[in-house]
Each structure stands twice: as C-alpha cells, then as structure tokens.
C-alpha cells in the first residue's frame, strides 16, 4: 500500500514539477514582450493569451502536487495540537465531506465544459484570430483528476493514521523556509548560540 | 499543559459560533437567507479545525449552492452547480489580476536566493553605527527592505532570526525588544508594495491593483518609521534594553591600498582629489580613480534628480492637465514617451477588465476611436530626431523659483554630504552600493513603472522576476570569485555560477509553484462560495442587518476594521480577506466609503494577523532559529508594542487618509 501512495506521490509531484517550470516560460515571455512592445514597437496580439494560459495551467497543475506536499493553507489553531489520530479523523470526515464532492463535480464539469470547447473549436475572443481554447479548457478536468487521485492517497493515509497513529512518511521536497539552507545562506557560527552567552542572559533580557 | 490551553482557544472560539448559530438561526421558518448565514458560521467553524481552506470553500460551496438552485427548480439544480463550478473555476484561471501574483512569487524566491541579506544587513547596520539601538534599527530596516523584494514572511523572519537576533543578544539588546524587531519588520512585506496582499485584494474588491500600490506605499513607510521611532525612544529612554554598541564594533577596516592616503588626510575626497593630482603616496592610480569614481556616484544622482526636477517642472503646461486621463496623456504629450502610446492602447485592447477597474477605460476607448493620434504619437517614436523636434516647439515653462531653492537645498546637502566624507563613510557607502541600492533600484523600478502607469503589475512583476534573476546570477558570481580568489573552492566561478543558478531557478520554481497554487486553488473554492452565498441572498441579510443598525459611517469603519482584527487571530489573511471582503465590500457604498481605502486600512490592519498569537506565523519562524533560552513567551511579549505600534498606524492613516489618498490623487486624479 504503501509502494502505491508513494507512486501517487511521485506523480503528482513529477507533474507538479514538470509544470512549475511554466513560471520561467511565463517570466521570460512577458518580459520579452515588454522589450518588443516598447523598444522595438513591435507587440504580438497573442501575447495576453498565452500570459493567460500559461497562469491559468501552471496553477492547476500544481493543485495535486500542492496537496501531495501538504501545501494548501490550513487554519492553524487547533490542528497543530492535536493527536495525530484526531488529526487523520478529523482529515478524513472532510476528505469525503467536502473534497471528493468538490473536486469530483469540478473534474466532472470541467470534461464537459472542455469537450464543448472541443466541438465547437473555441478560439479566444480577447483579440480578432485569438489563440485557440479548447486546449486550456482541457487543463481543468485534468487537473481535477490528478486532485482527485491524490486525494484519494490522502484518503488512504488518513486511514492508515487512524490504524497506526502516526503520518505515514511523505517524499521530501523543497520547504520555503528550509532552516538548513538558509543558515548555508547566511554562513551563521552556530558555536555561540547553544550555549547562553553570560553577557546576555543577564538580568537585562529575562528580567523585564 | 500549555497544549491544553491553546486547544482551550479555538474549542471556545468555536463554542461561541456554535452556539450563537443555535441561538440566532430561526429554526421554525428558514429561509436561503438564513442558510447563507449559516454557511458562513460552518465554513469559520470548519476552517478551525484545520482542513485545507480551499477545499472547504468548495465543498461547502456546491452543497449550498445546489440547495440553493433546488429552492428554485429542483430538476435543473445539479446541471447549474456544475456549471456555476466550472465558470467560477474557468474564471480564476483567466483572471488578469491575478496572473501577477505567481510572478511576483517567483521574483520573491529567486531575490531571497540572491543571498545578499548579510551584506544588507552589515552595510545598514554599520551606516547606522550613531543611532540609538542601531542594531534594532539596521534590523526593522533590513526587513522592510528584503520584505519587500521578496515578500515571504518565513524566509526573511529565519534569515533574520539567524542573522540579527545572536548579534543583537550578544549586543546586550533585551530579548523581546529584539524579538519584536525582527518579527514586526518581517512582516513589513505584507504592506509595502509589490505585495501579493493587496493583489489578492484588488482582485476580490474589484480595486485596481495600480491604485492600491500607489496608496499602500505611504503608509507602509511610514509603518515601518514609527517602528523604527518606537525602537530609538526605547533606546534613548532605556539604554539598558538597546545598549549602544562600543567603538570598535562601528569601525569598518580600511584596504590596505588605501591606508597611506587615508593616514594623510580625514577627508576622502580631497585626500582622492589630491591624489589624482599627483601626491599618490605610491597608490596605484587604478584604484584612486576607481575610489573616486564611486565617490562621485552621490553628486551625480543628486544632479540626476535635480535635472529631472528641472524637467518635470518645466515641462510644458498641457502635460498638467490630464487628469483621469494619465496613461493617453503620457502618450500624446510627452515626446519621449511616444514609443508608449501604442503599446498603452493595445493593453487596452487586450485587457479591457482590468482598464474598466482602473477608470481609465476612456483610454482604451481613446486609442480604438483615435488611432490617428495613436499613430501620430507611434511615428513619432519610430525615429529618435523627429520625437526631439516635436519636443522643440512646445516652449518650456520659465523656470519657477521654487526650483531655484531646491537646487540650493541639494547643492548644500551634497557640499555637506562631501564635507563629511570620511574614508569610513566611504567603505561603508561600497558597502551599501552592493548590497542596498540593487535592491532599492529594483523594487523602485518594479514599484515605478507601475504606479506611473509605464508597465501593468503584470508586466513589471515579469520583468522584476527577470531582474531578480541577474540579482541572482551576479551575487552568486561575486561570491563564488572571492571564494576562487581565496583558494577555498576548486573549478571556475563561472561554471559554479552556472550550477547555483540551475538550482535556485528549479527550486524557485517548485516553490513558486506551490504558493500559487495554495493562493490561486484558494480563489477557486471562495469565487464557489461566494456565489453560493449570494445565491442563497446571505448577502442580503448582512446588508439589510447592517443598514438597520443605522450606523455612522465611522461606527461602521470601527465596526468592520474590529471584525478583521479579530478574525485576524484564528485565521490568515488570504483566508479573512477571499472569504470576508466579498461581504464588506458591497456595504462600503452605503456608507460612502472608497474601497481603496478600506483596502489600506485592511492592508495595514492584517499585519496584526502575523504578530497575534496563536496563529502568528512569525513568531514561530522566529522560535525555529533562536537560541533555545529565548522562550515563545518571550517573543509574544516582544510582538506586543509593534501591534500596538500597528493599531496606532491604523488610527493615524484613519484620521489622515491623505496618507494613502494623496498619491493616488495626485497620480490617476481620484
């Protein structure tokens, strides 16, 4: 079972990855577009289409990889302290409560909202000749699939914590705030901070 | 025990919604109206306990809204939600406002990556050596520098942490003060434009995002300056708390190269003057010209401004008037800018939402209805000489007196400036130059080109990420060719450049991905939910509720400014602000209030969310990288006068909204 999460994990992750990589195409893009529009006068009336598009797939895209790597924001008052267990119990009552209703009438919709774009050959309207957007419309339902496959694993998960009571182990990723690596950063001599310097543990600091 | 007690927190808060639901919903003949109020008890309720946000938006969104389309026609109920889902969903995925928020994201990571922190750090704290409490000080203004380039909370309250908390301890400072410090200015980037806040607001409220940077830029100055007046009071009437730091801490060593001309004279730039003519004391006369060459970059920026000045007020009189016209009268008036006017037009065209926020959709109209004019200013671009002739015959105005005495006043404050140039101050200003201005210059510039109307947040927020890239590359370079000078490291600095950059890119990348997403899948489900509660007319109750308390506009203000205060202590602000604003922002017009405003004052108000505990992200940062002896407690306590500091900010930008206002008045004429 475990192999399986794992494998699930790894593709979201890999899909997540593979796709992050549109915020560099989407940076260069623009910025291209703003040296050709105002130094060489030269504009592409494609240009806020494809800006658009490559926001829009980057983000959804993302969506499974996010939640693989537990990145969506959760109100943080309670949950930290509570057991792992009521955690996974609490997780799960809302996993099929709120996520799978959710997200499954999202993928459910979107494969029709998309297929309709398919049959009609839907081109953008924001300029005359705009980019087709049918591809696009296509990003939702599949994203919502990849979403809805992770969170099943976390489904899954949520079960084996109730079983276990304890998280079972997750791939690694990049953190945003990686204490390790912003301390290579910053080159900081730990020697001196384990040890309470007594120039400073004095009355001054505590005794306020 | 101390478990106990937060859990105590959130069950009581929760407790109080509970039962205040069971109290007030009128369970005999419930209407939509009621079900709205309802949802939006649950989904705070629900929120608490910890799910992720945006999935519970969205499941609670399509399980009211299909309640709400039975009401209406039971057969049809499922097909409308499920369209009602994937055009809110399709909507978020083309929205122009906020495909800024995953570049500014990017340009974040990939400036904190730049690790050039430290020398910002050293350089601030060192040119800062005489004011009281100079080290909390050098920290509030560190932060609110790096916070803004990067706007990432976390990083820059652990870099800090790392950095300026042991340097501070060990400088005698007391520990909350300190604490406050870092934690308070950390938080700075949430304000400060560019900020992802105000993005997420603009484009819940409708707000032009342009607007509320050029608001948001003064108070979030003057935030962080009564910060930093708060921390030299405390010093000044405490020394004990911020002692000063001893001289030879505050002494920059000087190069060897230029230690003979140093011994001979205190001044630098005649001691650098005289040395070019010819008393060189056997310094090479390289590095003499490249030391005053630096020495002469403030007379030039002083000149630069002036000049500019010259040429802003001089400049022909139609200029003046274009009021609510800004972005066409750039284009037809000023030559130099004439490259502008078909591009300006053409954003027009391709982004008529965003025009029609900003009020300037007359522009985008002028440039479709005129394009003789439109073209006139294009030819003009096209060839340099043209464009200068066009400016020749529109005489400039007489030169105004008040000009005469700024010039004075600069040309005093660079003899003074000169006056004072020590070879210390020399070293220190090298220092700045490397790490301070880059920094300044990029957010300026990113901050520029949008407030005055040159690029939209999109554009520059793409450009800046591309700026904060070559930040990147020339940091990492200068590092790796001082370690390869020093005989640490192996292999070129450029292939290790080159392999950094390979890192910070994809890991910028990933993480840039995965904000966006946790921002942007949040908006998915809230858009989901707040149709659901307009659907079910929730929207209408509060309004009605609301009207019927009869308030003064300024009751309401408190009123509404109090609700986010609190709120801000269970939840996060893109939580208050994509669940809450939807149902502030329709109640603003009743009482006359400009949602730009009330967006400033929301800006400012949710600083307070990161300091309040027990959800303040900061403090715990914080606590990840001090010291062990440093106690949470400590740090909470600490927070507290910069909270305090925050709600003074509020009242202040309350009282005088031209602290906001101003800028925007004058820029788009509001």
């Given at each position: 079972m475990q192999r399986f999460l794992l494998f699930v994990d790894k593709l979201s992750t890999f899909v997540g990855h593979a796709f992050s990589f549109l915020i560099?195409?989407?940076?260069?893009?623009?910025?291209?577009?703003?040296?050709?529009?105002?130094?060489?006068?030269?504009?592409?009336?494609?240009?806020?289409?494809?800006?658009?598009?490559?926001?829009?797939?980057?983000?959804?895209?993302?969506?499974?990889?996010?939640?693989?790597?537990?990145?969506?924001?959760?109100g943080d008052v309670l949950y930290g302290f509570f057991q792992p267990r009521?955690?996974?119990?609490?997780?799960?009552?809302?996993?099929?409560?709120?996520?799978?209703?959710?997200?499954?009438a999202l993928t459910y919709a979107g494969y029709f909202y998309a297929a309709e774009s398919w049959a009609i050959n839907e081109h953008s309207n924001v300029t005359a000749e705009g980019p087709p957007v049918y591809p696009f419309k296509t990003v939702i339902p599949i994203a919502g699939a990849f979403l809805l496959l992770q969170g099943i694993v976390e489904?899954?998960?949520?079960?084996?914590?109730?079983?276990?009571?304890?998280?079972?182990?997750?791939?690694?990723?990049?953190?945003?705030?990686?204490?390790?690596?912003?301390?290579?950063?910053v080159k900081v001599d730990e020697a001196g901070m384990d040890v309470p310097d007594p120039a400073y543990v004095a009355p001054k600091g505590a005794g306020r | 025990m101390k478990i106990r007690k937060e859990l105590w927190f959130g069950f009581s808060l929760m407790g109080l919604i509970l039962l205040s639901i069971l109290f007030f919903t009128p369970w005999g003949n419930l209407t939509n109206g009621h079900l709205g109020l309802l949802m939006l008890a649950l989904v705070v309720v629900t929120i608490m306990l910890g799910f992720p946000t945006a999935f519970t938006l969205m499941g609670m969104g399509v399980f009211f809204a299909w309640l709400a389309y039975r009401s209406v026609n039971p057969d049809m109920a499922v097909r409308q939600v499920l369209d009602l889902m994937v055009q809110r969903a399709y909507s978020v995925m083309s929205n122009d406002v906020l495909i800024a928020?995953?570049?500014?994201?990017?340009?974040?990571?990939?400036?904190?990556?730049?690790?050039?922190?430290?020398?910002?750090?050293?350089?601030?704290?060192?040119?800062?050596?005489?004011?009281?409490?100079s080290l909390?000080?050098?920290?509030?203004?560190?932060?609110?520098?790096?916070?803004?380039?990067?706007?990432?909370?976390?990083?820059?309250?652990?870099?800090?942490?790392?950095?300026?908390?042991?340097?501070?301890?060990?400088?005698?400072y007391s520990t909350q003060l300190s604490a406050g410090a870092i934690t308070a200015g950390g938080c700075l980037g949430i304000l400060i434009p560019p900020s992802v806040l105000l993005i997420v607001y603009g484009a819940t409220a409708g707000v032009s995002v342009v607007q509320l940077y050029a608001g948001a830029f003064f108070p979030g100055i003057m935030l962080a300056a009564l910060y930093v007046g708060y921390v030299i009071i405390v010093a000044k009437l405490k020394p004990a708390l911020a002692p000063p730091l001893p001289e030879e801490e505050s002494r920059v060593p000087i190069p060897?190269?230029?230690?003979?001309?140093?011994?001979?004279?205190r001044n630098a730039f005649t001691g650098l003057l005289g040395a070019v003519g010819g008393r060189s004391l056997g310094v090479p006369a390289r590095t003499v010209l490249g030391q005053l060459a630096v020495t002469i970059v403030p007379a030039i920026?002083?000149?630069?401004?002036?000049?500019?000045?010259?040429?802003?007020?001089?400049?022909?009189?139609?200029?003046?008037?274009?009021?609510g016209l800004q972005a066409s009268g750039f284009a037809a008036d000023a030559p130099a800018a004439g490259g502008l006017a078909e591009p300006q037009s053409d954003t027009g065209l391709a982004e008529p939402p965003e025009e029609k926020e900003e009020g300037e959709a007359p522009k985008a109209e002028g440039g479709v209805a005129e394009p003789p004019g439109a073209e006139k200013a294009a030819t003009a671009a096209e060839a340099d000489k043209p464009a200068a002739e066009a400016a020749a015959p529109v005489e400039r105005l007489p030169t105004p007196n008040w000009f005469w005495i700024f010039l004075a006043g600069a040309a005093l404050v660079a003899a003074l400036l000169y006056a004072l140039w020590t070879w210390q101050r020399l070293e220190i200003f090298k220092m700045l130059l490397s790490s301070f201005f880059p920094l300044a210059v990029l957010i300026l510039a990113v901050l520029g080109s949008i407030v005055f109307g040159l690029a939209t947040p999109t554009e520059a927020a793409a450009v800046g990420a591309f700026g904060g890239f070559i930040l990147a590359a020339i940091y990492r370079y200068i590092g790796h060719a001082r370690e390869a000078r020093r005989g640490h490291q192996s292999g070129s600095p450029v292939g290790r450049t080159l392999g950094d950059l390979w890192s910070i890119i994809k890991e910028s990348s990933f993480l840039t991905a995965k904000t966006s997403a946790m921002v942007c899948w949040l908006f998915v489900g809230s858009s989901i939910f707040s149709a659901a509660f307009a659907l079910l007319g929730g929207q209408e109750i509060i309004n009605k509720w609301v009207l019927s308390m009869d308030l003064t506009p300024i009751q309401f203000m408190l009123l509404a400014q109090f609700i986010i205060f609190i709120l801000g202590w269970p939840l996060e602000w893109t939580e208050i602000i994509v669940i809450f604003m939807p149902i502030f922002i329709p109640l603003l017009g009743h009482f006359d209030i400009d949602p730009l405003f009330f967006g400033l004052l929301v800006a400012l108000n949710l600083q307070t969310a990161f300091l309040s505990p027990p959800v303040a992200m900061a403090a715990f940062y914080l606590k990840g990288v001090s010291p062990p002896h440093v106690t949470l407690n400590q740090i909470f306590a600490g927070m507290m006068p910069f909270m305090g500091i925050q709600v003074v900010a509020l009242a202040l930008l309350y009282i005088f909204p031209e602290i906001g206002l101003w800028l925007p008045q004058v820029l788009y004429g509001r």
């Open positions: 560099v195409v989407l940076t260069l893009q623009v910025s291209w577009e703003v040296f050709s529009r105002y130094v060489l006068d030269h504009p592409h009336a494609w240009a806020f289409d494809a800006m658009i598009m490559l926001y829009g797939t980057l983000f959804m895209m993302a969506g499974a990889y996010t939640l693989s790597k537990n990145g969506h924001v959760r009521t955690q996974a119990t609490i997780d799960l009552i809302l996993y099929i409560v709120f996520f799978v209703p959710g997200v499954f489904i899954i998960r949520c079960v084996i914590c109730i079983r276990d009571g304890e998280w079972p182990s997750r791939e690694e990723d990049v953190e945003e705030v990686d204490v390790e690596k912003l301390k290579e950063m | 928020i995953p570049l500014f994201v990017f340009m974040g990571y990939l400036v904190e990556r730049a690790a050039l922190i430290e020398r910002l750090f050293k350089s601030l704290h060192l040119s800062m050596a005489r004011v009281p409490g909390a000080v050098a920290t509030i203004v560190t932060c609110a520098i790096f916070a803004t380039a990067t706007g990432i909370v976390g990083a820059v309250v652990t870099l800090m942490g790392l950095l300026a908390l042991p340097a501070m301890l060990r400088a005698g060897a190269a230029l230690a003979p001309l140093a011994e001979r004279s920026a002083i000149a630069a401004i002036a000049w500019a000045t010259w040429f802003g007020a001089t400049k022909p009189a139609e200029v003046v008037d274009t009021s």
